[in-house]
């Protein structure tokens, strides 16, 4: 009984002194440890001193802990003492509100609500917030402030409606205007045989298949059910870039380096596919995404207690190659950059003769570029000479929405008197650099960081509809070369226009829109349907070019798509890499128009073939087919359009059809050397 009276006396004892201890005290750590809580300045100056009282009570010393859990902790204990909400977290101690704070001061108050906000979450989202923060401002050259700045500066200028080319007079630039049939585009390929070798390819691949009805990395699809492997699978995307490496690889004995730049929703998926390839060195760099802004006065946008980001756009593939040091690993073994985009397998037949054209003029930049439409939706590389500072001219790309403001006064957007198609040459979006002249440029004060655009959304009141972001893309380049000035070694930017037909097909609408397109009249769906058909076509104009029979076909509706009924081949790049290889390599064929041909192998010829139906020819490395007076003729591969409710995996649904193979012949060579001829397949 003592014993217990003795210990409520002290606990009384105990308390007293604490409260006298907690009025009479000075405010100040002198009798404190250093528990990293002297920023405090939310909460009243008791609460604060309980807080911290209470908090050494559990006996953790400052050494024991960090700052931000001091700061959890301690709004924690207030919180139960006081039976409220926590009025005293401190939000300034995060580097990340410290940064907003910094921004808003600078931008008008643009963050405050945000700030407001910050304030009002708890230890662990706030926490995280502040971590997004600080990441999204140091990915952005010249941090968040810089992004918010630049992003006012534009939304006030979208908003009035400006176009900021009216300052120039429009012209048709330089360049050169090329068709396959001609003996300069034999010359070119061969004069770029070894530069072409001796580039990098870079394969901008940021974006899902989301527009063309697909959940996956657009460059996982095949776009040829004809471009099969040795096992019978289809090739994807990523496989036909691969096989065209390889094929510069075993013409020149260089080696192409390859690099993709993926984005947060592309990265994994990506690597899992890189993973699959074997000989082929891949790199691969990812962009970051950029805030959200949801006003006009730049105001960052919330998901829940994080901010909103979105892709910045290709444009930043610039900084990406320099900020990962690739170009100056690739100093003494580089001649070339040439940039792609992912789902426009065509592309490989411009490579060549581009490189060819960019050699030729000594430019630092080379569209590859189709004819264009008057009119059409797409933009169009334009020279614009500035009407009072010939050093702010240049050649760039200028969208349609824009082109026709300026072509208005000058007699609008037209047809030459000699052809159906605009003066002005069509962008494809693939771009040639000379290595040095883009390390100099890029190397400078912009650090890659091209001009930057945003197009918001807007209801009637000038309110977002959603939030936008600010966008970049990558043929943007030319302002660079401006700032720098052009040297006296060449121009800055020129252009090569290639056939549509050759070189441009790319996948990137679903089925609903290509449908609409069709029921219109339309023929250029954009469709996964349409790509593939193109690649057939071109592949047979490529034959006859070369001197073959190759039957006509015609373009029918199926499955509410435009689609090829006629003679369909694949000639993968390991067979035919350049118009000279299908001129030695494909002699005396007969295609007619129900067939369908594939041939992958580097040591194939083929010298006579009759084929009325399907042939599939696939030769390993190191072996060697000759085909000499061949006959083949079967029931070959049928069209069938996907019934309406049908179950069918989603990378052949957005198609639209499947080929029933009810006929084919196949040829497989592993190893040694064979010859397929009138008496059969055979060794030799």
């Not at 706030?126 to 401002?137: A, M, N, R, V, Y």
């Not at 026709?404 to 693939?430: C, I, M, R, T």
Request: overall charge negative; some cysteine.
């Amino acid at each position: 009984m003592n014993l217990t009276i003795l210990s409520t006396q002290t606990g009384y004892f105990i308390t007293i002194l604490c409260l006298f201890i907690v009025i009479f005290m000075p405010h100040t750590n002198a009798y404190l440890p250093n528990i990293g809580v002297t920023n405090t300045r939310i909460g009243t100056r008791i609460g604060t001193r309980i807080g911290r009282i209470g908090y050494y009570s559990k006996g953790i010393g400052a050494s024991q802990i960090n700052s931000q859990n001091t700061h959890t902790a301690n709004k924690k204990h207030l919180t139960s003492l006081r039976g409220g909400s926590d009025s005293s977290n401190l939000p300034d101690s995060y580097s990340g509100y410290k940064i907003l704070q910094n921004v808003s001061q600078n931008t008008e108050g643009s963050q405050d609500s945000l700030l407001e906000k910050f304030k009002t979450l708890n230890p662990s989202s706030q926490s995280k917030l502040s971590s997004q923060i600080t990441s999204l401002d140091s990915s952005y050259p010249g941090g968040l402030l810089s992004y918010v700045s630049k992003s006012r500066s534009l939304l006030s200028q979208s908003l009035s409606g400006a176009n900021p080319f009216l300052e120039y007079t429009p012209s048709v630039p330089s360049g050169l205007n090329l068709q396959y049939a001609t003996s300069q585009f034999t010359s070119l390929e061969t004069s770029a045989l070894k530069c072409t070798s001796l580039s990098a390819l870079i394969l901008v691949a940021g974006g899902l298949g989301e527009r063309l009805g697909y959940s996956g990395i657009k460059i996982s699809l095949s776009p040829y059910s004809l471009a099969l492997n040795y096992d019978g699978s289809q090739k994807t995307y990523l496989e036909l870039y691969v096989d065209y490496v390889r094929a510069l690889r075993q013409r020149t004995g260089n080696v192409m380096k390859f690099v993709i730049m993926t984005s947060g929703d592309t990265d994994e998926k990506t690597r899992e596919l890189v993973e699959a390839v074997e000989d082929v060195e891949i790199e691969i760099v990812m962009q970051e995404k950029v805030p959200a802004i949801e006003n006009v006065e730049g105001r960052l946008a919330l998901e829940g207690d994080e901010i909103l980001t979105k892709p910045h756009g290709h444009g930043d593939v610039h900084t990406l190659l320099l900020s990962s040091n690739l170009l100056s690993k690739w100093s003494s073994s580089v001649k070339k950059l040439i940039f792609v985009q992912d789902t426009n397998a065509l592309v490989s037949n411009a490579l060549l003769p581009a490189v060819g054209s960019n050699l030729l003029s000594s430019s630092e930049m080379t569209s590859i570029c189709i004819p264009r439409l008057p009119s059409e939706a797409a933009g169009a590389i334009t020279q614009l000479t500035h009407k009072t500072t010939p050093s702010k001219s240049l050649v760039i790309n200028v969208e349609y929405n824009q082109l026709s403001a300026l072509l208005d006064p000058l007699g609008g957007d037209v047809s030459s008197p000699d052809s159906q198609y605009s003066p002005y040459p069509g962008n494809a979006n693939n771009l040639i650099f000379d290595y040095k002249k883009y390390v100099e440029t890029i190397s400078g004060p912009s650090q890659g960081v091209v001009n930057e655009f945003v197009n918001p959304k807007l209801n009637p009141d000038n309110t977002f509809k959603k939030p936008t972001r600010l966008e970049c893309m990558m043929q943007d380049f030319p302002y660079l070369i401006r700032e720098k000035g052009v040297g006296s070694e060449g121009p800055g930017h020129d252009f090569v226009n290639l056939e549509r037909w050759l070189t441009f097909s790319p996948a990137k609408n679903d089925l609903e829109a290509g449908r609409k397109t069709a029921e219109g009249g339309g023929r250029e769906t954009g469709t996964l349907a349409k790509a593939e058909s193109d690649g057939y076509v071109a592949n047979g104009v490529k034959l006859r070019v070369g001197g073959n029979e190759v039957e006509e076909g015609e373009w029918k509706i199926v499955g509410g798509l435009y689609v090829w009924e006629g003679p369909r081949v694949y000639l993968s790049p390991t067979f035919c890499l350049t118009k000279e290889d299908v001129k030695e390599k494909c002699k005396g064929m007969k295609i007619s128009a129900k067939s369908a041909l594939s041939v992958e192998g580097f040591d194939v010829h083929v010298d006579g073939l009759e084929l009325d139906g399907a042939l599939i020819v696939n030769v390993k490395d190191g072996a060697s087919l000759k085909i000499k007076n061949f006959k083949v003729k079967n029931e070959g591969w049928k069209i069938r359009a996907y019934d309406e409710g049908e179950e069918v995996d989603e990378r052949d649904a957005i198609r639209g059809y499947e080929f029933v193979r009810e006929g084919e012949e196949r040829i497989l060579i592993e190893e040694g050397d064979w010859i397929a001829d009138e008496n059969g397949l055979r060794r030799v």
